[in-house]
């Protein structure tokens, strides 16, 4: 029996069954035929624990929203303590959380002005897009062939037709794509002066984090200026030091007119995300201030959360350790690809944001299977199964970082074994 105090379950296989009738049939069943059928029970720091008792430490952070790990102790004690004052608040009006945290987040990036809040970081990506098309009195949205900017109406749009197809929502005459790393392409779609905005994570999650080409991004952003184009950069994976200074397009000597970040933004623990956008992007705030309303959106308690959130990565210590595990997997990849290169052939790192690259169009899902059954989750990417996206967290410890290099080397001959079956593994 598992008793949870509000409700309890016979067993993990009576959980599953009321998750297919009732929640989502199609997650359950994926999971379960690609032999990962995971359901989180307790979880703590960089570790999970199904509900078998199975325990696995954590390398998926579900897209860096466990930059700080599960339930850190700083941050579950600042949303306790925040509720003996705070709840969600109230959306319309002025708010010491929402003010507080707005200006910390605009001094992170000075070049900006204000900062919007959102619940996700689809509505982030959503707020992005309407302000680029209130700022340049445009309609055309320009993003890259495999991107990924979320599931709502505006943002799924942008994104591959995989999540898109389904809900009619795939290929609509104001959005447009290009292909990544080709900057003559985007060159040909700004000429006509009629594109709102070019929206781009600053290393693509979803496609398997391919790098971006030197000089790339900084070319997107000057074709931008130069036919009136709003640059969007998504920082909702690449933000919040992953890749090793606070938001990814720092690291690029870039200045967006307009980013989105979420995910980590809430340890984890309060959902919150951001839109901050520069002073002419955001007259719209001056026009009507209810332009937007998200009743969730800038959440106080998801403020507090989101406050010490910034705080605590701009730590010494943390920093510091940010350099230490990204030097580490950097040097530990290395070996591994030369101990494992029958079929380990490359590695894509940008602090600890790493792809792995496997010689198999599935053999990321063939690795992910194998970690599990090894007691390490790491998932394969969505538009590009041969790439494991592995996404260490912030302050791991060294012996944790050890075990997941000793876990990932024992579980390459199970890897092996899946792909030679010839069966499909997902």
Same mark, same amino acid.
């Given at each position: 029996?598992?008793?949870?105090?509000?409700?309890?379950?016979?067993?993990?296989?009576?959980?599953?069954?009321?998750?297919?009738?009732?929640?989502?049939?199609?997650?359950?069943?994926?999971?379960?035929?690609?032999?990962?059928?995971?359901?989180?029970?307790?979880?703590?720091?960089?570790?999970?624990?199904?509900?078998?008792?199975?325990?696995?430490?954590?390398?998926?952070?579900?897209?860096?929203?466990?930059?700080?790990?599960?339930?850190?102790?700083?941050?579950?004690?600042?949303?306790?303590?925040?509720?003996?004052?705070?709840?969600?608040?109230?959306?319309?009006?002025?708010?010491?959380?929402?003010?507080?945290?707005?200006?910390?987040?605009?001094?992170?990036?000075?070049?900006?002005?204000?900062?919007?809040?959102?619940?996700?970081?689809?509505?982030?990506?959503?707020?992005?897009?309407?302000?680029?098309?209130?700022?340049?009195?445009?309609?055309?949205?320009?993003?890259?062939?495999?991107?990924?900017?979320?599931?709502?109406?505006?943002?799924?749009?942008?994104?591959?037709?995989?999540?898109?197809?389904?809900?009619?929502?795939?290929?609509?005459?104001?959005?447009?794509?290009?292909?990544?790393?080709?900057?003559?392409?985007?060159?040909?779609?700004?000429?006509?002066?009629?594109?709102?905005?070019?929206?781009?994570?600053?290393?693509?999650?979803?496609?398997?984090?391919?790098?971006?080409?030197?000089?790339?991004?900084?070319?997107?952003?000057?074709?931008?200026?130069?036919?009136?184009?709003?640059?969007?950069?998504?920082?909702?994976?690449?933000?919040?030091?992953?890749?090793?200074?606070?938001?990814?397009?720092?690291?690029?000597?870039?200045?967006?007119?307009?980013?989105?970040?979420?995910?980590?933004?809430?340890?984890?623990?309060?959902?919150?995300?951001?839109?901050? !956008? *520069? $002073?002419?992007?955001? /007259?719209?705030?001056? =026009?009507?201030? @209810?332009? +937007?309303?998200?009743?969730?959106? #800038?959440?106080?308690?998801?403020?507090?959360?989101?406050?010490?959130?910034?705080?605590?990565?701009?730590?010494?210590?943390?920093?510091?350790?940010?350099?230490? !595990? *990204? $030097?580490?997997?950097? /040097?530990?990849?290395? =070996?591994?690809? @030369?101990? +494992?290169?029958?079929?380990?052939? #490359?590695?894509?790192?940008?602090?600890?944001?790493?792809?792995?690259?496997?010689?198999?169009?599935?053999?990321?899902?063939?690795?992910?299977?194998?970690?599990?059954?090894?007691?390490?989750?790491?998932?394969?990417?969505?538009?590009?199964?041969?790439?494991?996206?592995?996404?260490?967290?912030?302050?791991?410890?060294?012996?944790?970082?050890?075990?997941?290099?000793?876990?990932?080397?024992?579980?390459?001959?199970?890897?092996?074994?899946?792909?030679?079956?010839?069966?499909?593994?997902?």
């Amino acid at each position: 029996m598992f008793n949870y105090g509000y409700f309890s379950f016979d067993s993990k296989e009576s959980l599953m069954q009321k998750a297919a009738e009732y929640w989502n049939p199609g997650k359950v069943s994926f999971w379960t035929e690609a032999g990962t059928p995971m359901v989180i029970d307790r979880r703590e720091g960089y570790f999970l624990y199904d509900m078998s008792g199975k325990r696995l430490i954590d390398l998926h952070l579900n897209g860096g929203t466990y930059n700080f790990g599960h339930r850190h102790p700083e941050l579950v004690e600042v949303l306790k303590s925040g509720l003996d004052y705070f709840d969600m608040g109230n959306h319309w009006f002025p708010s010491v959380a929402r003010a507080a945290f707005a200006e910390q987040l605009v001094n992170t990036a000075p070049h900006t002005k204000y900062a919007i809040f959102g619940a996700g970081g689809a509505e982030a990506v959503e707020i992005a897009l309407k302000t680029a098309r209130y700022a340049t009195k445009r309609k055309k949205i320009v993003s890259i062939i495999k991107g990924y900017h979320g599931h709502s109406g505006l943002s799924v749009a942008t994104g591959d037709e995989r999540f898109s197809k389904i809900f009619l929502a795939d290929q609509p005459d104001d959005f447009l794509q290009i292909p990544f790393n080709d900057a003559d392409a985007l060159e040909s779609v700004l000429k006509g002066r009629d594109v709102a905005a070019f929206i781009i994570e600053t290393i693509p999650a979803t496609y398997g984090f391919p790098m971006p080409n030197d000089g790339y991004l900084k070319a997107c952003q000057d074709l931008c200026h130069k036919y009136g184009t709003k640059f969007i950069s998504d920082e909702v994976q690449t933000g919040l030091m992953r890749t090793g200074v606070m938001w990814g397009w720092q690291g690029y000597g870039l200045k967006p007119d307009i980013f989105v970040c979420g995910k980590g933004l809430g340890g984890g623990i309060y959902p919150i995300s951001a839109c901050l !956008v *520069t $002073e002419e992007c955001g /007259q719209w705030l001056v =026009e009507d201030g @209810a332009a +937007h309303i998200s009743t969730a959106g #800038g959440s106080e308690l998801g403020c507090l959360v989101g406050h010490h959130v910034i705080e605590m990565l701009q730590r010494p210590e943390v920093i510091s350790n940010i350099k230490f !595990v *990204t $030097e580490y997997f950097a /040097q530990s990849m290395k =070996e591994m690809m @030369a101990r +494992h290169s029958d079929f380990f052939v #490359g590695v894509r790192q940008r602090g600890v944001v790493l792809g792995l690259e496997f010689d198999h169009p599935e053999g990321a899902v063939a690795v992910s299977r194998a970690l599990y059954e090894n007691g390490v989750w790491a998932i394969f990417s969505s538009l590009d199964k041969s790439v494991l996206q592995f996404k260490p967290g912030v302050v791991l410890d060294v012996d944790t970082c050890q075990e997941i290099i000793d876990r990932f080397d024992a579980a390459m001959p199970r890897a092996r074994q899946i792909l030679k079956s010839g069966r499909r593994v997902a």
